[in-house]
Every structure is written in C-alpha cells, then in structure tokens.
C-alpha cells in the first residue's frame, strides 16, 4: 500500500522537514502521497508535488482549516488512512500535537521519533534520550509515525511531477478555536533547518553576555542562534532557542558549542550534527567526549578571537 505523509507548511511555503519525511516513507514503501491541509495553499501543494519520488499531493482546504488546529486536521488525517498502511508526519511541535489524535481515533499505537526504517513494520527509535536505540516490531494495520527528520536525508526538492488532487474537507470538530499566534522573526536562518549553529550555554552567565558574546560569530557565519536548556531556564534567552530533548532537535553541519558543559538533555538534540566545536573552560566537560574539536578555555577570551580570525 502507499504511505501518506502530512506536510508541514505554513500555507505559503513547504517546510524542509517534509523531504526528510518522505525519505521516510519511501523507505517503508515504494509509493508516497503527501497531504496538504490548510487554506490558500496551492503553491505549498505545487511545490510538494515536485518533491522527488511523490506519486499525487491531496490538498483539502477549508477557512477553518486556515491555522491547521490539531483537531480538524486529524480529522482530516483520519478520513484518508483508510487508504494508507502509513502516516507519517515530521516529529515536530505541529506533527506531535496532530498525530497522537490520528492514532488514538484509529485505536492503534503510534511510532514516535523514527530515526530508521528496518522493514515496513519495525523502525528504529531512540529512548533514554538518545543513549540507546529501540528497534520496535508492531503489528497494527495502520502505522503512525512521527520522524525524527535529523535520522533522514532530505528527499529533493525537484524531479518530481505528482499530480495535485483536491478534496473537500471534513467538517471540524469544533472543540478548539484559534485565539492568537506569536512569532519570532528573526534575519537569522531557521534553528532547526540551519546549517550552522551557534549555541550557549549557562557558562555565559546573562542575556547580555549571550548578545555581546555570540551575535558577531553567529553574524560572521550567518549561522542560527540556539541554547541549552541550563541558558533558557536560567532566562538569558527564550524557549524557542532550546536545543535539546525538550527543545529542538538539530543536526547542522556545523555545531558550535559555547559554554555548554554538555548534559545527556542537550546532546540528544543535537550530537547527529556533522561537525560539533566545543569551548569550555572546564576541560572534563561531557560536550567534549562528542566534539570533534574542542578547545579548552575561557570563552570570553576565546569567541571574540574566533570572530576575529574569521
């Protein structure tokens, strides 16, 4: 049977973390559809359509459906999968919120955080917060499954020529409604789409520190800005910087870690990235047993070194 996969979009864009996802799917079988919910999303259902090894795109719009609630687009989900051995959704906070709902309307266990496809129905994923990995067998007819979009190559953009198919949407649920949304906008690349990261950690003591100190290196490799937990908690930055089990998972070819002593919660998020840089003054700080290079020092002295050589 074919998979289907929930794009993730904002009604303007596609997001990269559906390429990895349909690399997913495409390893669990050899027929992909994409589903597009929202409203006013043609150009994110033509650009889906061009994804390389997508078979059709099914676009449901609906004003309702215009700020992709969890509920109606579960609802959504669900009246498709009759058709579908697969769902799968980027393990992402819109694709965690919508899923669960999708397995527990169709009474069946959902896959959470697949990093590895074995076979159609045993995927590998991680537990203990990445210390170890689960290889995990199920047995229900459906499977639901998140990506952990970092265990995945990206599928390409282009090649692809699937055909747009529309749908009309099913009726809401009604049990939620949209009240407001808050952005962050920023110049700097998107964290978990960047490809180098800057992030810091609660070495550099404040706020202002995490300005003065990591802006210029981020600005010279116009790289994004992440934190570590210990940094968020401790209110130098805001949550939607978090890198980690509890923030957001990266893998960047470039990971700079600054003043991060490197707790089991923050390397979950982000020790797939290809090459990881850490400065710390402590020379038995755990981030070093994953850096490649590391450089033992104080990082108010180092950083603006760095930003000079650069």
Same mark, same amino acid.
């Given at each position: 049977?074919?998979?289907?996969?929930?794009?993730?979009?904002?009604?303007?864009?596609?997001?990269?973390?559906?390429?990895?996802?349909?690399?997913?799917?495409?390893?669990?079988?050899?027929?992909?559809?994409?589903?597009?919910?929202?409203?006013?999303?043609?150009?994110?259902?033509?650009?889906?359509?061009?994804?390389?090894?997508?078979?059709?795109?099914?676009?449901?719009?609906?004003?309702?459906?215009?700020?992709?609630?969890?509920?109606?687009?579960?609802?959504?989900?669900?009246?498709?999968?009759?058709?579908?051995?697969?769902?799968?959704?980027?393990?992402?906070?819109?694709? /965690?919120? @919508?899923?669960?709902?999708? *397995?527990? #309307? $169709?009474?069946? !266990?959902?896959?959470?955080?697949?990093?590895? %496809?074995? +076979?159609?129905?045993?995927?590998?994923?991680?537990?203990?917060?990445?210390?170890?990995?689960?290889?995990?067998?199920?047995?229900?007819?459906?499977?639901?499954?998140?990506?952990?979009?970092?265990?995945?190559?990206?599928?390409?953009?282009?090649?692809?020529?699937?055909?747009?198919?529309?749908?009309?949407?099913?009726?809401?649920?009604?049990?939620?409604?949209?009240?407001?949304?808050?952005?962050?906008?920023?110049?700097?690349?998107?964290?978990?789409?960047?490809?180098?990261?800057?992030?810091?950690?609660?070495?550099?003591?404040?706020?202002?520190?995490? /300005?003065? @100190?990591?802006?210029?290196? *981020?600005? #010279? $490799?116009?790289? !994004?800005?992440?934190?570590?937990?210990?940094? %968020?908690? +401790?209110?130098?930055?805001?949550?939607?910087?978090?890198?980690?089990?509890?923030?957001?998972?990266?893998?960047?070819?470039?990971?700079?870690?600054?003043?991060?002593?490197?707790?089991?919660?923050?390397?979950?998020?982000?020790?797939?990235?290809?090459?990881?840089?850490?400065?710390?003054?402590?020379?038995?700080?755990?981030?070093?047993?994953?850096?490649?290079?590391?450089?033992?020092?104080?990082?108010?002295?180092?950083?603006?070194?760095?930003?000079?050589?650069?």
């Amino acid at each position: 049977m074919t998979a289907l996969v929930i794009a993730e979009h904002d009604n303007l864009s596609l997001k990269a973390a559906t390429l990895n996802t349909v690399t997913a799917a495409l390893a669990c079988s050899s027929e992909v559809d994409v589903l597009v919910v929202g409203n006013a999303a043609e150009a994110v259902a033509k650009a889906a359509a061009q994804i390389a090894g997508v078979r059709k795109v099914i676009l449901v719009e609906a004003d309702f459906l215009a700020d992709q609630m969890a509920e109606p687009v579960a609802e959504q989900i669900v009246a498709l999968a009759v058709a579908y051995e697969h769902v799968l959704a980027p393990a992402t906070a819109h694709g /965690k919120n @919508v899923m669960p709902r999708v *397995a527990a #309307k $169709l009474d069946v !266990a959902q896959l959470t955080d697949v990093i590895k %496809v074995v +076979a159609p129905d045993t995927f590998e994923r991680p537990i203990y917060a990445g210390s170890a990995i689960a290889t995990v067998q199920t047995a229900d007819a459906k499977k639901i499954i998140t990506v952990r979009t970092t265990g995945f190559d990206a599928a390409a953009a282009t090649g692809g020529a699937g055909a747009v198919e529309k749908q009309d949407a099913q009726a809401g649920a009604g049990k939620s409604r949209f009240v407001s949304r808050e952005l962050t906008k920023s110049d700097r690349p998107e964290l978990t789409a960047a490809k180098i990261i800057v992030s810091g950690g609660r070495g550099l003591g404040s706020g202002e520190n995490f /300005k003065k @100190v990591l802006e210029p290196l *981020a600005d #010279k $490799l116009n790289a !994004a800005i992440g934190a570590s937990r210990a940094a %968020v908690d +401790a209110g130098f930055v805001t949550n939607d910087y978090q890198v980690g089990q509890t923030g957001k998972i990266v893998a960047p070819q470039l990971y700079i870690a600054v003043g991060i002593s490197g707790a089991i919660q923050h390397l979950a998020g982000m020790k797939d990235s290809k090459v990881i840089v850490a400065i710390n003054k402590d020379p038995d700080a755990p981030i070093f047993e994953v850096a490649d290079y590391g450089l033992v020092g104080d990082l108010f002295e180092a950083v603006p070194e760095l930003v000079k050589a650069l």
